[in-house]
Structures are given as C-alpha cells and as structure tokens.
C-alpha cells in the first residue's frame, strides 16, 4: 500500500468515524459551525511516513517530507497547500478534524495571498491563527521580504501580527491625493521634512501615549493598515519610502477631522492658523492650509512652515 492510500484510507476511516458518531446519542463528531477548517471542508496529504490509529482514523505524525493541501467545496476558495518537513496532529475526542498541527523544518504556507516561509509553525485549527517562528519571511505582490521574530496570521480572517518587524518592500496604500487646487502649494513635499526619522520617532511616541496629542491626531486620520504599517515596520525601511509617507501625510492634510484644540493645547497657532481653526466653514484649499499650519506648529524643529 503507498502512502498517498494509506492517507486516503486514514481520512475514509475518519469519515466514518464521525458519521457513526453523530448517529449516536454523544455530541456528535462533524465539525461544528465555524470550526477550524476555515472554509475547507477536506484536505490531501502525502508524506514519507506516516503513523495513526486506524481504529480512531486519526493521524498522529508524518515525517520525511509531509505535505497538505486543503480544499473547499467552494469554487471560489483557492485550495490551501502547506508541507514541512515533519508534522505532528493532536485531536479532540469525539472531532473529525484535528485541533492543532505543529509542523517543523522548512516550513512552507502557500496562502492564496502570500507565500510564507519558516522553521516553525503552529495552527490552531478552532481559532485559525497559525503562529510562525523561527526565520520566518512572508512574500506576496504587495510585501516583500516581511519578517520578524514571530508572526501570527489568522485564515480565517486574512488579518496578521508580527512582532519586532522589518520588510524589504512595504507599498502603502490608498493615499493618492488628486492635484489641481490652489490648496497644493500647502502640500507636504519630500524637502519639507529637516528630520524624517525625527518626525516618525515623534509621531509613534505620541500616538502610543494616551494624553491628546498632535501625532495621536494624526495617526488616528490614518487607515488602519496603515497605521499599522506607519507603527510597526523598521524606521531604516520607511525612510527608503519617504515618497509614500509624504501620500500618506498629504492624505491627513485634507482631513477636515484633523484639528482638535485639545490636541494642540500648549502648541502656539499663528494668526491664520487660528483664524482658518475658528472658521464654521473651509474650502478644500482653506483646509489643507490649516492642517499644514498645524503640522508646523507641532514640530517646528522637524517640518517648514508652508
């Protein structure tokens, strides 16, 4: 018997094990709503060895090469490889899936949107958060290069976390800021910044502290993966991207949400900062003015006056 049957087998008997299970008069054994699979309802797996329990259907390790490539009944849902070197299974009485899969050694995630790579892993099925270690490094058409010393993503909802940062490539997004208006002239560009890892170094201390603040103001106009990104990704990486910061700071000069006079408490506004701060109504123009005006008069010392 090769071992693509003997798997095959192992999932029949594990079939059949929760359906006699539900039959029964017990909690019955089929995953339950919302359980770990994620949206994947089967899963192929192939490895050099192999060892279970034909009795319970249940599969306890594979060695030597193990790979697993999870399907859906849904044709939109792309299927979910992974394979690593060993992997090893733990099971909850009475459960037809696997609660938790720790898989070791070259380690590799082909999600549908990015490719991870890493020593080790750890997914729990139940919550769908698979942790990575061990020299991780996340790809995909976006991100280049992602690593850290741990990251957790969840399949269920696309969301990730990495701890302690750095990336190649990080693109931030949606911050395009259409031209045209007189407004332009109070844009942020590039050379208006004397100290640009001054200015993220400020901005993440304030939006980290909970008195209100300029950078907490402005990092709350932000989106929220940008914000993360803004918050989390290495200072020396950003500073090659001085070009999308500026986007991302010009998209938080149209905010009309910007000013709050708790925010800039003991920051001195000029006569037209707090004359256009006073105004009931802005134009577009009117408002970047402002906002650029604010953004001096928090940090003089790190950004021009327009």
């Not at 044709?75 to 898989?103: C, N, Y």
């Not at 950003?238 to 920051?267: C, E, F, T």
């Amino acid at each position: 018997m090769n071992m693509r049957m003997a798997c095959a087998l192992m999932l029949a008997c594990s079939a059949a094990l929760a359906a006699e299970t539900a039959k029964a008069p017990a909690p019955a054994a089929a995953p339950e709503k919302g359980s770990g699979m994620s949206g994947y309802s089967s899963m192929e797996i192939e490895a050099g060895r192999m060892k279970g329990n034909f009795a319970t259907g249940a599969i306890d390790e594979m060695t030597e090469g193990a790979k697993i490539r999870l399907l859906s009944t849904d044709p939109d849902k792309k299927p979910l490889p992974i394979k690593a070197q060993t992997m090893k299974f733990t099971w909850k009485e009475g459960q037809s899936t696997p609660s938790t899969i720790v898989m070791d050694h070259n380690v590799e995630v082909n999600h549908p949107d990015a490719q991870i790579t890493a020593g080790h892993a750890e997914w729990n099925f139940e919550s769908g958060e698979v942790v990575f270690t061990g020299e991780h490094v996340v790809n995909n058409d976006r991100i280049k290069g992602l690593r850290g010393e741990k990251m957790m993503l969840n399949v269920k909802t696309n969301n990730f976390e990495v701890i302690r940062v750095r990336a190649d490539e990080v693109p931030l997004q949606g911050m395009d800021v259409p031209g045209g208006g007189k407004g332009d002239a109070s844009l942020l560009r590039e050379g208006d910044v004397k100290d640009w890892a001054g200015l993220i170094g400020k901005l993440r201390a304030e939006a980290n502290a909970e008195p209100a603040s300029p950078g907490r103001q402005i990092v709350s106009q932000i989106s929220a993966d940008n914000r993360k990104l803004l918050m989390s990704v290495d200072t020396a990486v950003l500073l090659q991207r001085k070009g999308d910061i500026v986007k991302l700071m010009n998209s938080v000069l149209k905010s009309p949400k910007l000013y709050s006079a708790d925010a800039w408490k003991g920051h001195a506004l000029n006569e037209e900062a707090q004359k256009l701060a006073s105004a009931e109504k802005r134009t577009p123009d009117e408002q970047i003015r402002l906002n650029r005006l604010l953004l001096n008069a928090a940090y003089p010392e790190l950004v021009t006056a327009p």
